[in-house]
Every structure is written in structure tokens, then in C-alpha cells.
């Protein structure tokens, strides 16, 4: 599991998913997490991008260790700031990190701009883009429930509520974090 990870590339425009495996030489030179998501950002970080273009990638990515055992679940949220105008970078706990990889992905890049709130389901190495327009104005445990009503099963859900809090459902509970930069950014996706 440490060694076999993938990236899923989600651009929102027209929901096109393309999940690509993480060579073991590439995970050699960048490790994981934080430094993956940097190189991921500099392939499409100029200076002259507005930190709100839909072009802007907001990029999640999991540590090596993520996922095992005894090593938690931290991961890194990554985008160009809109506050300083480089980089921006979180770093989260809570399980979401850790369910992610049992989905089979260690990293998410996410670019373009839905032209209706959506979320993300993640199951079995795969990853649906789903209407989320019934959750617009639902606080995080009203979200949840929601969906959960569904009975739709799922390894991680991705949402975000209208006030940049991001919210990471999955399992039996919810998580949720204040992102600062990268949630701004996720705002406007």
C-alpha cells in the first residue's frame, strides 16, 4: 500500500477524472505529501496566474506513511495563495488522509471551476464528481446526515459548506477542518 499510489486528476468543467499510478522513482525523489503536491503546483504555477483561475490546482496529497499502521493520517492541502500570492499550503489531521489511501489514492488534483456545487465520492480507487445542490446551506452534521440517509457508501467524501470550512466525510464520523488558504480556493471551485 505504501508503494502502490496514484494521483486522480479532476478537472470540474466537464467532470473528466484521469487516475495515474506514482512511479516508484518519482516517489523516491519528492517522498510524498507536501513535496509531491509541490512539484504538482509547479507544473502549472506562473506568476502571473490569479490564485482564483479556475487553472489554479487545488491539490490534496497523503503522506509516504499515510494509511499504515501506527502513522496516523496527516496530509497537505496545496495551492497558489490568494493572500500572498505563492504558495499556500495546509496541513490536516483526522482520518480523511488515511481513508483516502484505503480508496487506492494518495493525491487529488483538482482544476476548472463547476458550474453547480458538487462533492466528491471516492470508492475503490475511483472517484465520482455528484451534484451536491440538495446540501447548498446545510450546516456540516446536516450534510452529513444527508448523505448518509442515501445509504451511499463510500471510503471519503469530499465537501466543502459555503463558509470555506472544509468538511471530509467518511466511516461513521465527520471531520472537519478550516483550511485558510487552500479553503478559499475550494470556495471558488
Same mark, same amino acid.
Given at each position: 500500500?505504501?508503494?502502490?499510489?496514484?494521483?486522480?486528476?479532476?478537472?470540474?468543467?466537464?467532470?473528466?477524472?484521469?487516475?495515474?499510478?506514482?512511479?516508484?522513482?518519482?516517489?523516491?525523489?519528492?517522498?510524498?505529501?507536501?513535496?509531491?503536491?509541490?512539484?504538482?503546483?509547479?507544473?502549472?504555477?506562473?506568476?502571473?496566474?490569479?490564485?482564483?483561475?479556475?487553472?489554479?490546482?487545488?491539490?490534496?496529497?497523503?503522506?509516504?506513511?499515510?494509511?499504515?499502521?501506527?502513522?496516523? &493520517?496527516?496530509?497537505? +492541502? #496545496?495551492? @497558489? =495563495?490568494?493572500?500572498?500570492?505563492? !504558495?499556500?499550503?495546509? /496541513?490536516?489531521?483526522?482520518?480523511?488522509?488515511?481513508?483516502?489511501?484505503?480508496?487506492?489514492? &494518495?493525491?487529488?488534483? +483538482? #482544476?476548472? @471551476? =463547476?458550474?453547480?456545487?458538487?462533492? !466528491?465520492?471516492?470508492? /475503490?480507487?475511483?472517484?465520482?464528481?455528484?451534484?451536491?445542490?440538495?446540501?447548498?446551506?446545510?450546516?456540516?452534521?446536516?450534510?452529513?446526515?444527508?448523505?448518509?440517509?442515501?445509504?451511499?457508501?463510500?471510503?471519503?467524501?469530499?465537501?466543502?459548506?459555503?463558509?470555506?470550512?472544509?468538511?471530509?466525510?467518511?466511516?461513521?464520523?465527520?471531520?472537519?477542518?478550516?483550511?485558510?488558504?487552500?479553503?478559499?480556493?475550494?470556495?471558488?471551485?
Amino acid at each position: 500500500m505504501v508503494l502502490n499510489r496514484k494521483i486522480a486528476y479532476i478537472h470540474l468543467n466537464d467532470g473528466l477524472i484521469k487516475i495515474t499510478p506514482i512511479s516508484l522513482d518519482f516517489l523516491g525523489k519528492f517522498l510524498g505529501g507536501r513535496g509531491i503536491n509541490m512539484y504538482l503546483l509547479s507544473k502549472s504555477y506562473s506568476p502571473g496566474l490569479d490564485p482564483f483561475s479556475p487553472k489554479n490546482p487545488l491539490i490534496f496529497g497523503t503522506g509516504l506513511l499515510t494509511g499504515t499502521l501506527g502513522f496516523g &493520517s496527516r496530509m497537505n +492541502i #496545496t495551492a @497558489k =495563495s490568494p493572500e500572498s500570492g505563492h !504558495l499556500g499550503d495546509s /496541513n490536516m489531521g483526522g482520518d480523511f488522509g488515511a481513508e483516502l489511501v484505503k480508496a487506492g489514492l &494518495s493525491h487529488l488534483v +483538482i #482544476t476548472g @471551476k =463547476s458550474q453547480k456545487p458538487v462533492y !466528491l465520492l471516492i470508492k /475503490n480507487g475511483e472517484v465520482e464528481v455528484r451534484d451536491a445542490r440538495k446540501l447548498t446551506g446545510l450546516d456540516t452534521v446536516e450534510t452529513w446526515n444527508t448523505i448518509r440517509s442515501e445509504r451511499c457508501p463510500f471510503d471519503a467524501l469530499s465537501v466543502l459548506d459555503e463558509n470555506a470550512y472544509h468538511c471530509d466525510l467518511y466511516g461513521r464520523n465527520p471531520q472537519c477542518v478550516k483550511v485558510c488558504t487552500p479553503g478559499a480556493i475550494q470556495v471558488i471551485k
